[in-house]
């Protein structure tokens, strides 16, 4: 039984090294496709970027406007119920609180997130400023005040449950945090993971997070969906899901959302 078993795994994965180097194939036809500066290559489709930093450009989905959330529904059905101020939403009690997540679905994407944790902070460790981006409604970006202004005093917590710390996997590189109260920013490059037609993993999901401009995940894979002290692992899903946002009962404030599709790089092509 051992030696069968033993095969069987050999077996499983060949199938898979097989699969994946399939995968690379496809991404390198485009390339080899055309020669150097081959004029009958097709043109990249024009997008008119934002005028500053940080503003959506023209061809992004918008979530939060600063008004409404015309992208984003309740988990609870129905619109969102955070109270909508002063160009953000904030995170409510009872009937004004509960996740949301986007109307649409997506893979492949980019995402632009701005938000703030409570002034005056309140709480320590995880239970301060805590909320989560979630891609595909499983791999969480965490929101938490991550603020070290005193030799991490202010919010000691675990590394890999920080701000921007893909989480209970991967710590940020760095700790880029503001202070509590000022607005934060996320850029999130989400590449979804492949799975074949047995729900077995051909490539894990990557990502890549500028937080307030700066880089701290590159390329980074992602081990699993986000799981509470369990180790992350991954189970067979669509190629899009909702976007979503925790409520954490902490009242954290969102502002500036937007999402952007992506496609393979380099544009995988199957002829």
């Not at 701005?114 to 499983?138: D, F, I």
Request: proline residues 7%; contains cysteine.
């Amino acid at each position: 039984m051992k030696v069968r078993s033993r095969a069987m795994k050999n077996v499983a994965w060949f199938v898979l090294a097989a699969l994946c180097a399939s995968v690379s194939v496809y991404a390198a036809k485009e390339v080899t496709k055309y020669d150097p500066h081959d004029e009958t290559r097709a043109q990249p489709a024009v997008v008119t970027p934002g005028e500053k930093a940080g503003d959506a450009p023209s061809d992004a989905i918008i979530l939060f406007d600063g008004k409404g959330a015309p992208g984003l529904v309740s988990d609870k059905g129905g619109d969102v119920t955070w109270k909508i101020e002063n160009g953000y939403m904030e995170i409510g009690k009872k009937e004004q609180g509960g996740g949301i997540h986007t109307k649409e679905s997506f893979g492949n994407c980019q995402v632009h997130v701005e938000w703030a944790s409570p002034s005056p902070p309140a709480g320590t460790s995880q239970n301060r400023g805590n909320s989560g981006v979630y891609l595909m409604g499983r791999y969480e970006v965490q929101v938490l005040d991550s603020w070290t202004g005193n030799n991490y005093e202010d919010n000691k917590t675990y590394a890999d449950g920080q701000a921007a710390s893909i989480y209970g996997q991967h710590p940020p590189m760095v700790n880029a945090s503001r202070k509590p109260g000022e607005w934060q920013s996320y850029d999130i490059i989400f590449l979804r993971p492949i799975f074949d037609g047995d729900g077995n993993v051909v490539r894990k999901a990557r990502i890549t997070v500028l937080y307030n401009g700066v880089a701290v995940h590159n390329n980074l894979e992602i081990e699993g969906a986000t799981a509470h002290k369990t180790k992350a692992k991954y189970s067979p899903h669509p190629d899009e899901m909702p976007i979503s946002f925790q409520d954490h009962s902490h009242p954290v404030r969102y502002r500036n959302i937007w999402v952007r599709r992506l496609p393979e790089e380099p544009y995988l092509i199957k002829d």
